[in-house]
């Protein structure tokens, strides 16, 4: 429902088809929390799930997303100093 981010009642879709599609979502979220939600309010995690759906890394993945990062850096650098070089001419011999 928070990907969609409409707002209101159902019946202010621009056509029917999309007014079922709102309901079908909405009569979903309801039944994966477990309570009545509507559009109008953001539905939280559901009781005992303290993340809901946004879990942090495990150290694992910290370690793969930082090692992932350097590497775009370092090509990135590479990429900018070899340009560097060959836009000035450096090292022509």
Known sequence: MR???W????ALAASGFAAAQLAAVRTAC???FGRSVDWDSVPTAAAGDPHGDARPFGPLGKLLLGGGCLVVVL???VVWVYGFVHLFGLFDG
């Open 3 to 5: 990907a969609l981010a």
């Open 30 to 32: 309801s039944a994966a």
């Open 75 to 77: 090509a990135v650098s």
């Open 7 to 10: 707002r209101g009642p159902e």
